[in-house]
T-cell receptor, first 108, second 115 residues
Framework: LAKTTQPISMDSYEGQEVNITCSHN???????ITWYQQFPSQGPRFIIQ???TKVTNEVASLFIPADRKSSTLSLPRVSLSDTAVYYC?????????FGTGTRLQVFP | GAVVSQHPSRVICKSGTSVKIECRSL??????MFWYRQFPKKSLMLMAT?????????EQGVEKDKFLINHASLTLSTLTVTSAHPEDSSFYIC???????????FGPGTRLTVT
C-alpha cells in the first residue's frame, strides 16, 4: 500500500507562501504524485498532480526532485480559506490510499 | 469537473437499524466506485471498491456483510450499513473511478451518527 510521510500540522499567516513536503520513498516508476485538499465535513478536492520536475496550475505548484522520493506542494500567498488538510498520495491507478495528511492553519 | 452527489448528507439512526447511502456520478459513467470512511480528525480509509455489475472488493478488516455495496448502474452506487452501531458513526465518502485521466473526484460525504 502506498505510504507517504508528511508533517502533521503547519501554521502560516495570510499572504505567506506555504511549502508542504511529502516523502514517498517507495514510489514506483509508473506512479504519479497527487495532492488533495480537504475542508471539514467535505470530500477531498484535487489540487495538483505531477510526475517529475515542476508542475504549476492556478492554485499551486508541485516540485518533484529527480529521484521522486519526495515532493513539495507550494501554495503562494495563502489566505484564511486555505486552512484545510492537505494529502499527498502516489498511485498509478484510481485506487487512492490516503496518508495522515498535513493540517494547515492560516492565521490573519 | 465531474459532479458527484451523495444522499443523504447527514443521517442519524438508532442502533440496530440499517442505513443506505447513495452515491451518484451526475455527468459521467462510473464503472468503478470507491467508498471511504473517515473518523474525526483522521484520514480517509478505503473500505471497498464497487464495480458495476459485479461484486464489490473489500479492504482487509472491512466486513462485507455489514457494509453492503451495490453498484447497479453506471451512475449509482449504494452503501448500506446494516445493523448500525455507535462505532459505525463516521463520515462516508464515495469517489468514482477516474475516467482514464488524472483527476479524481469525491462526493461531498455523508455524516452518519448512530445513537
Amino acid at each position: 500500500l502506498a505510504k507517504t510521510t508528511q508533517p502533521i500540522s503547519m501554521d502560516s499567516y495570510e499572504g505567506q507562501e506555504v511549502n508542504i513536503t511529502c516523502s514517498h520513498n517507495n514510489i514506483a516508476t509508473n506512479d504519479y504524485i497527487t495532492w488533495y485538499q480537504q475542508f471539514p465535513s467535505q470530500g477531498p478536492r484535487f489540487i495538483i498532480q505531477g510526475y517529475k520536475t515542476k508542475v504549476t496550475n492556478e492554485v499551486a505548484s508541485l516540485f518533484i526532485p529527480a529521484d521522486r522520493k519526495s515532493s513539495t506542494l507550494s501554495l503562494p500567498r495563502v489566505s484564511l480559506s486555505d486552512t484545510a488538510v492537505y494529502y499527498c498520495l502516489y498511485h498509478n491507478t484510481d485506487k487512492l490510499i490516503f496518508g495522515t495528511g498535513t493540517r494547515l492553519q492560516v492565521f490573519p | 469537473g465531474a459532479v458527484v452527489s451523495q444522499h443523504p448528507s447527514r443521517v442519524i439512526c438508532k442502533s440496530g437499524t440499517s442505513v443506505k447511502i447513495e452515491c451518484r456520478s451526475l455527468d459521467f459513467q462510473a464503472t468503478t466506485m470507491f467508498w471511504y470512511r473517515q473518523f474525526p480528525k483522521k484520514s480517509l480509509m478505503l473500505m471497498a471498491t464497487s464495480n458495476e455489475g459485479s461484486k464489490a472488493t473489500y479492504e482487509q478488516g472491512v466486513e462485507k456483510d455489514k457494509f453492503l455495496i451495490n453498484h447497479a448502474s453506471l451512475t449509482l452506487s449504494t452503501l448500506t450499513v446494516t445493523s448500525a452501531h455507535p462505532e459505525d458513526s463516521s463520515f462516508y465518502i464515495c469517489s468514482p473511478g477516474a475516467q482514464g485521466g488524472a483527476e479524481q473526484y469525491f462526493g461531498p460525504g455523508t455524516r452518519l451518527t448512530v445513537t
